[in-house]
């Protein structure tokens, strides 16, 4: 339990051709929470003979048929598809502390599923070493129960990841090892990540338990889960100089009109003359064609970043803006931005009480927490730089506050003179971020952006 089984049985139910029936062998419930019978079979009669459901399922003319199965649950079930070669087993796993934390605020909180994180309840929960050990123990054991049955019938599973089940691709995969025609596009968005903060914001004795678990280092407890969607190489965005062969990734929310500039006067040309709309064959091309060429990206500050994200699509009302976005944040999301343009009332005490608001939003959007998209302009930097290594490893990561000592370096690199840095663009807030900032503001935009704080090294905001 606590593995994703729930979003992976929403994402194949999604598929023409498959009908999972959920937990169909649960011993307190029949396919779902307070159901008593399936397919026509009760949970008696289910009790009695498991393979009345079965075979109920079989006979179903509803696609291929397939089911939950947890470690607790009828073990006469497994013994019989475990040895069926035609039927096809998925083995879905998680890191086993986060599943076992995981299950106890559920069971603290009551709640099991998520669609919206304006619904979502919260708890810290105290680790307790025995009763881990009894879970781990009775979790290793089916799973090596499952690899010994697979190993000595002859047969394979597909296997999952928790994190797996939100990338498309390795679903297609899993279609494709059903034997299904069908593929998606996307995963479904409707269930939510309940618990997306660290192991140590969900345990308060965190610390102790990091001693009972000490011996071994494979539960990797440090580490800040992402729930965040995968981004692509976004290659039609990047940006070549006209002759020198410089190739700019841009992050969008960063100074990326102030790079543009500096690389059209590298050449003389202006950025009229940049090169633009790249497709991966195009990108190729350039490169063979642009020996010693280098490319690379600048990271901001997530803070800044954040309020610059604000100031230009969440803020205004005008071109830029992102209307829908805006109305779900007031709406919804608790928000206070004016109905309007910002005013002449809009103050800095209004400012930073509608961005500090923003911040907590963002903390539950990068999380999976709700069902707005988690646009480029606030994206985690560190997953846009994942999606470039997709297609491009950048050979130079520059810090915006930093662009006018390491451009010059960039160039040297290619044997270029590098022109002044062009002067960035007016901040488009009415209010600037040094105006609002303290010591709250950044502990939100800390939570929002831990893997990036923590990935590029990130202290306090500071301005200048």
């Not at 399936?38 to 009695?48: A, E, P, S």
């Not at 003979?49 to 509803?62: F, K, N, S």
């Amino acid at each position: 339990m606590r593995t994703g089984s729930n979003f992976l049985e929403e994402n194949l139910n999604a598929v023409p051709g498959l009908r999972c029936y959920g937990e169909a062998f649960n011993p307190h419930f029949v396919g779902g929470k307070d159901k008593r019978a399936l397919l026509g079979v009760t949970q008696d009669q289910r009790d009695r003979d498991p393979a009345l459901l079965l075979d109920a399922m079989a006979r179903a003319d509803e696609g291929l048929p397939g089911f939950r199965f947890f470690h607790d649950h009828d073990p006469r079930v497994l013994a019989r598809v475990l040895a069926d070669r035609r039927c096809a087993k998925i083995v879905l796993t998680r890191n086993p502390v986060e599943s076992y934390v995981s299950q106890r605020i559920a069971r603290e909180t009551g709640q099991w599923r998520l669609t919206d994180m304006k619904h979502a309840r919260t708890a810290q929960v105290r680790f307790d070493a025995r009763d881990f050990a009894r879970y781990l123990d009775q979790v290793q054991a089916f799973q090596l129960r499952l690899q010994r049955g697979l190993q000595t019938s002859g047969q394979t599973a597909f296997y999952l990841a928790y994190e797996d089940i939100a990338d498309a691709e390795v679903l297609n995969g899993l279609l494709a090892f059903l034997g299904v025609a069908a593929r998606i596009e996307t995963v479904s968005d409707r269930l939510k990540k309940q618990n997306p903060d660290p192991l140590s914001a969900k345990v308060v004795n965190f610390a102790e338990m990091e001693d009972a678990l000490a011996r071994f280092d494979r539960f990797d407890l440090s580490r800040t889960p992402c729930f965040e969607p995968r981004r692509g190489p976004a290659v039609p965005g990047h940006v070549a100089a006209p002759e020198s062969p410089l190739l700019f990734l841009p992050i969008q929310g960063g100074p990326v009109a102030q790079v543009e500039a500096w690389l059209g006067a590298l050449d003389g040309t202006g950025t009229g003359a940049l090169r633009r709309g790249f497709t991966q064959k195009s990108l190729r091309q350039w490169k063979r064609q642009s020996p010693g060429h280098r490319s690379f990206t600048v990271v901001t500050h997530p803070l800044a970043r954040a309020h610059a994200a604000f100031a230009a699509h969440i803020l205004p009302t005008g071109p830029g803006s992102f209307p829908v976005i805006r109305a779900a944040l007031r709406q919804s999301y608790g928000v206070p931005l004016p109905e309007g343009a910002p005013g002449p009332d809009y103050d800095a005490a209004a400012h930073r009480t509608a961005f500090f608001a923003f911040l907590r939003f963002l903390k539950g959007n990068l999380g999976g927490q709700t069902g707005l998209r988690v646009d480029a302009s606030w994206a985690s930097q560190t997953r846009v730089l994942e999606g470039f290594a997709q297609v491009v490893l950048p050979d130079m990561v520059l810090r915006a506050e930093r662009m006018a000592i390491e451009l010059p370096m960039l160039a040297a690199q290619v044997g270029a003179d590098a022109p002044g840095l062009p002067a960035s663009q007016d901040d488009p807030s009415p209010v600037p971020l040094a105006a609002i900032y303290d010591d709250e503001i950044e502990a939100a935009a800390r939570n929002a952006y831990q893997r990036d704080y923590m990935g590029l090294g990130y202290g306090p905001w500071t301005a200048g």
